[in-house]
């Protein structure tokens, strides 16, 4: 069996957990307020890349830019039928269900470009790239977590998981975004006391993904897996195992 090749896996790695977080933080260090779609699209971008790349030696498929779309659609509405009760928001959740079931790099796609096209409804802003990559990283890591792995049949560990990632990861990113958009912000004590103050509106918003995830990742899981694998839809994608 020919090895595999690894530049696919890097090529991600460095456009994720490199490149996308860069582009937001010098985004609000360096540019102006108004640059905020110029950085939204450079992410999105850089997002992209290691997503076609993966499918450089083949044409990529109807039904898996479908896929694709259908997904983000799902995770916007989501989160715009909720637009009046703060936090309580499925789109984390829904996420979630994308990178278990289509893999990192669908989870990442999916995650930054439903951020970035809700908040046309929502309103966008310097915090837009860093909800993006937040977002993202959410959908990237249950990819790397759960992608055709046994875990992903167990819906409390996936729940939980979620819930974790809502909390701790995207919660921490855009907390940060307030405390890089705050002059005022002089000491480690004031940046510990914005993370503080966030703490309960990460938490409502963790709770809502736990308890949509309890509901929807067994049947969701199980009718998209059964798509992916009859259609052969993302049949290649990469596997963090």
């Given at each position: 069996?020919?090895k595999?090749?690894?530049l696919?896996?890097?090529?991600?790695?460095v456009?994720?957990?490199g490149?996308?977080?860069?582009v937001?933080?010098?985004?609000?260090?360096?540019?102006e307020?108004?640059?905020?779609?110029?950085?939204?699209?450079v992410m999105?971008?850089?997002?992209?890349?290691?997503?076609?790349?993966?499918f450089?030696?083949?044409?990529?498929?109807?039904?898996?830019?479908v896929?694709?779309?259908v997904?983000?659609?799902i995770?916007?509405?989501?989160?715009?039928?909720?637009?009046?009760?703060?936090?309580?928001?499925?789109?984390?959740?829904?996420v979630?269900v994308?990178?278990?079931t289509?893999g990192?790099n669908?989870?990442?796609?999916?995650?930054a470009?439903s951020?970035?096209?809700?908040?046309?409804?929502?309103?966008?802003?310097?915090?837009?790239?860093f909800?993006m990559?937040?977002?993202?990283?959410?959908?990237?890591?249950?990819g790397?977590?759960?992608?055709?792995?046994?875990?992903?049949k167990n819906?409390?560990?996936v729940?939980?998981?979620?819930?974790a990632?809502c909390f701790f990861l995207?919660?921490?990113?855009?907390?940060?975004?307030?405390?890089?958009?705050l002059?005022?912000?002089?000491?480690?004590?004031e940046?510990?006391?914005?993370?503080?103050?966030?703490?309960l509106?990460?938490?409502?918003?963790?709770?809502?993904?736990f308890?949509?995830?309890?509901?929807?990742?067994?049947?969701?899981?199980?009718?998209?897996?059964?798509?992916?694998?009859?259609?052969?839809?993302?049949?290649?994608?990469l596997?963090?195992?």
């Amino acid at each position: 069996m020919p090895k595999k090749s690894t530049l696919p896996l890097i090529v991600s790695l460095v456009c994720f957990l490199g490149l996308c977080p860069l582009v937001a933080v010098l985004g609000i260090l360096f540019f102006e307020s108004r640059s905020y779609y110029l950085v939204a699209v450079v992410m999105i971008v850089i997002a992209i890349v290691p997503f076609f790349f993966h499918f450089e030696k083949r044409k990529m498929k109807t039904s898996e830019l479908v896929t694709v779309a259908v997904m983000i659609s799902i995770c916007v509405v989501s989160r715009i039928f909720f637009i009046f009760l703060p936090q309580v928001k499925p789109m984390c959740a829904f996420v979630v269900v994308t990178g278990c079931t289509f893999g990192a790099n669908v989870g990442f796609v999916t995650g930054a470009l439903s951020i970035f096209i809700s908040n046309f409804a929502f309103g966008q802003g310097m915090f837009t790239p860093f909800q993006m990559l937040a977002m993202g990283l959410v959908g990237f890591l249950s990819g790397v977590i759960f992608y055709k792995k046994d875990a992903v049949k167990n819906r409390l560990t996936v729940s939980l998981t979620g819930a974790a990632l809502c909390f701790f990861l995207y919660g921490f990113i855009v907390d940060t975004c307030s405390v890089l958009m705050l002059d005022a912000v002089k000491s480690w004590k004031e940046a510990v006391g914005i993370y503080a103050s966030g703490a309960l509106f990460n938490l409502i918003h963790a709770a809502a993904t736990f308890l949509v995830l309890m509901i929807v990742i067994k049947p969701m899981n199980d009718k998209l897996s059964r798509l992916r694998i009859k259609y052969g839809i993302f049949a290649d994608q990469l596997n963090y195992s």
